[in-house]
């Protein structure tokens, strides 16, 4: 279950997992209903979770100098490693992919599906600064190497190659006009 997934090492191996029943949780076929048993029973066998977290969706927003990572499964956001991540425009020429240097990732120590990266001041001005790198969803795409993120069973993620790189799902241009910060 969902909840369970966000308790590790809870249910991870067999020496995790146990069972325990509240009272009156089933009858017998001689209608007798269970006692609550007062001590949790070890599981016998457990059928792990192999499943590598996919990513679903990414949006950039440009705007706010951050990138939203919607995975196929709940992730821990403090295993991102942004530094598997490079953004690059519509092909791989030279001057046309950025390799994030300083990202932040948020929030931290939970497990969600969702994880958002705040580029660095310079990664973002690197950014806009760019023609060919992050103008539209057309010049916004991703590559990840395997295992960026780790899900809450220790599932590495599965990667996003220069082969078959990523297109930003959505994406929102920078609208904030230049204020003058001194003279």
């Keep these: 279950s969902t909840t369970i997934r966000n308790m590790p090492p809870l249910a991870t191996a067999v020496n995790y997992t146990f069972l325990s029943a509240g009272t009156g949780l089933v009858k017998d076929l001689s209608n007798q209903i269970y006692q609550n048993a007062t001590v949790a029973l070890l599981v016998n066998n457990l059928t792990a979770d ?27 956001s403090s295993t991102f490693n942004t530094s598997g991540l490079i953004i690059f425009g519509s ?25 958002t ?11 806009k600064a760019s023609s060919h790198i992050a103008t539209s969803a057309n010049t916004t795409f991703i590559i990840m190497s395997a295992g960026i993120v780790l899900d809450p069973a220790g599932n590495p993620s599965v990667a ?10 959505d994406f929102i241009p920078d609208t904030t006009p230049p204020v003058l910060m001194g003279f």
Excluded: E, H, R, W
């Excluded at 192999?50 to 992730?75: A, E, H, W």
């Excluded at 092909?91 to 994880?115: C, D, E, R």
């Excluded at 990266?117 to 950014?127: E, I, K, M, R």
């Design 50 to 76: 192999l499943v590598k977290p996919m990513l679903n969706f990414f949006t950039f927003d440009l705007n706010q100098g951050i990138l939203i990572f919607t995975f196929s499964k709940k992730v821990l």
């Design 91 to 115: 092909n791989m020429l030279p001057g046309t992919s950025l390799l994030l240097a300083q990202a932040a990732v948020s929030p931290t120590n939970t497990s969600s599906p969702v994880v």
């Design 117 to 127: 990266v705040t580029l660095s001041t310079s990664d973002l001005n690197a950014l």
């Design 160 to 169: 996003i190659s220069s082969l078959m790189p990523f297109q930003a799902t």
